[in-house]
């Protein structure tokens, strides 16, 4: 047996038989990154563990921020109400969002307004409307700034078309708004139509359940 072989079967020995030990696993790893919040001006991760220091600069965005567990809680809301920890969070998440986009300098999916107008939309919460004005407010003629695109590598005012970082990004969230039946501020009805929340029972048939009793602590920083 060669040596790859051997470490192959090492690590694929215990192997997952049942939709139950995927949902379990599941749970003791949601439950590790709500153990990862933290609360300063609203709520925060780190980029990575250990950290140290204080909340980083993209501590919002979808990418890297606290916009990513946003889209989490839209697929728990999927198979189970949340928990109060998890309510609370999805709370502080839309209001910190809110609150920086009227001054939200990037139009980006990854960390701009594109992002923002994501997290508020799988949340179910009100502001994709400021969001939708907020992209207008930044639009050029021939797209949005693209920041990190800077001299001597690129000319001034460079454009790029990928999703992340570029003008299909707004395209996304224009989509998104579409679906939504979001409109921009003054141009009709304030409130945008965001999915239903489905509570328990209501899951897909397939779909594996994240039972709340099992995000519960068993010790400092140990799920159940």
């Known amino acids: 047996m060669t040596a790859a072989r051997a470490t192959a079967t090492r690590c694929h020995h215990r192997r997952v038989t049942d939709q139950q030990t995927y949902a379990d696993v599941g749970a003791a790893a949601w439950r590790w990154v709500l153990d990862q919040v933290r609360w300063d001006d609203g709520p925060w991760i780190p980029?990575?563990?250990?950290?140290?220091?204080?909340?980083?600069?993209?501590r919002d965005g979808m990418h890297s921020g606290i916009g990513g567990l946003a889209h989490v809680l839209a697929e728990i809301r999927e198979s189970r109400e949340w928990t109060d920890e998890e309510a609370a969070l999805a709370?502080?998440?839309a209001v910190r969002i809110r609150k920086g986009l009227p001054t939200q300098p990037l139009a980006t999916y990854f960390d701009g307004v594109v992002s923002d107008l994501g997290?508020?939309?799988a949340l179910g919460a009100d502001g994709s409307d400021v969001a939708i004005?907020?992209?207008g407010e930044l639009a050029a003629d021939d797209g949005w700034e693209q920041p990190y695109l800077v001299e001597p590598t690129y000319p001034p005012h460079t454009r790029i078309n990928d999703v992340t970082l570029g003008t299909a990004g707004p395209l996304l969230g224009a989509v998104w708004a579409r679906r939504y039946g979001c409109?921009?501020?003054?141009?009709?009805?304030?409130r945008c139509r965001h999915p239903p929340?489905?509570?328990?029972?209501?899951?897909?048939r397939h779909q594996l359940v994240v039972r709340p009793e099992a995000l519960q602590r068993e010790g400092p920083g140990r799920a159940r």
């Open 197 to 204: 929340r489905r509570g328990r029972g209501r899951a897909h």
């Open 91 to 93: 709370d502080g998440i």
């Open 47 to 58: 980029v990575s563990v250990p950290h140290e220091g204080g909340p980083p600069d993209d």
């Open 183 to 190: 409109r921009r501020r003054g141009a009709g009805p304030p």
């Open 133 to 135: 004005a907020r992209l």
């Open 119 to 121: 997290v508020l939309g």
